[in-house]
């Protein structure tokens, strides 16, 4: 048992100096980031939606369906501020298999996070520069956020990592949004305490520094369902579900609760095509009780161009290589259907 060493990586700092942003686009994101705070806040009606790939596997694939999805948050632009997921890293139960683009920049290919790293950064450069739209990516390591600080416009902390401390108190310093899962477990309480925990000014060490953060606002729910413990899926984006969050939710202790509504994972039992059942139900849910309205902030969907999933080497453009996800053509329609109910 042992750990080695081999070689030391840049700091984010230097890769971005290596890979900017233009100033441009750098110039739009505060504005942006304005948007997606109104909405989370309850001043803008509009409603987020995060949508994209389980994982960005390949650039070509990636920017193809960000440019549709460009197009089709100009049409839905009064009802969606719309974020594209570009989820670079993927959380293992097991520890084992494909990790994401961080670990495997070729996913047939061997570990060389070096190349990770930039590759990372060259396709989130390449999604916003090209299409003009900031980023979601999922906060598996609390440390490596900062390499693409200045193009995410959300960030997730998964089922696995919500109890950690370390990911509670980087969240807390984050510049922008962040979704807090509910645990694997499916407990509301843990879910509420690292929403707490984000919302709150903390002290800590981050890559070598002792920091200070000032509490995020704007860290909220998102919903996934859970698997209990007899290993069946269970949902929690139902009615009464929702309900009984926001008894919980809605009170002093928070600032701003506002809850998104993830449509795959446990809370469709990784069958893609429920997410669009899904979708309209909550929406049912919404129209029904303002409570659920208010509450309520967005929705987050998996989607590529092409249905379902294949394996590592399955070799069809667009399609997942990790969780199922609905394909364009439905995505589309149920965006835009979504957008005339909502």
């Known amino acids: 048992m042992s750990m080695k060493f081999k070689r030391l990586l840049p700091i984010p700092k230097e890769i971005r100096e290596e890979m900017p942003l233009s100033a441009e686009r750098a110039a739009e994101k505060a504005a942006f980031d304005a948007q997606v705070s109104a909405v989370l806040t309850g001043e803008d009606d509009r409603r987020l939606l995060i949508i994209g ?19 089709l948050a100009e049409r839905v632009r009064e009802k969606f501020v719309v974020i594209p997921r570009v989820y670079t890293n993927k959380p293992r139960t097991k520890g084992t298999g494909y990790k994401g683009l961080l670990h495997n920049p070729d996913p047939e290919g061997p570990s060389d996070l070096l190349e990770g790293v930039k590759a990372i950064r060259r396709m989130h450069l390449r999604v916003v520069e090209e299409t003009g739209m900031f980023t979601a990516d999922e906060m598996l390591y609390p440390t490596n956020y900062q390499y693409l600080i200045d193009v995410l416009a959300y960030i997730a902390v998964g089922a696995r990592s919500v109890e950690n401390q370390e990911h509670r108190l980087v969240a807390s310093g984050v510049p922008m949004a962040i979704g807090m899962k509910n645990p694997t477990g499916g407990s509301t309480d843990v879910m509420l305490n690292s929403i707490y925990a984000a919302q709150q000014p903390q002290t800590f060490i981050f890559r070598n520094w002792e920091v200070e953060t000032t509490g995020n606002p704007l860290a909220h729910a998102v919903l996934r369902g859970y698997i209990g413990l007899d290993g069946i899926n269970y949902p929690n984006y139902h009615y009464e579900y929702l309900h009984r969050l926001a008894a919980k939710y809605m009170t002093d202790d928070f600032k701003h609760p506002a809850a998104i509504i993830d449509c795959n994972h446990d809370n469709s039992g990784k069958k893609p095509l429920e997410q669009i059942r899904i979708c309209h139900e909550v929406a049912d849910s919404m129209r029904r009780a303002p409570v659920i309205r208010r509450l309520v902030r967005g929705f987050m969907i998996e989607s590529y161009l092409e249905d379902g999933n294949q394996p590592l080497d399955g070799g069809v453009y667009g399609k997942s290589i990790t969780d199922a996800c609905l394909g364009w053509e439905k995505t589309e329609r149920l965006v835009l259907d979504m957008a005339e109910r909502i």
């Open 53 to 71: 790939p389980c994982s960005a596997d390949r650039e070509d694939a990636v920017l193809d369906y960000v440019t549709r999805l460009a197009a």
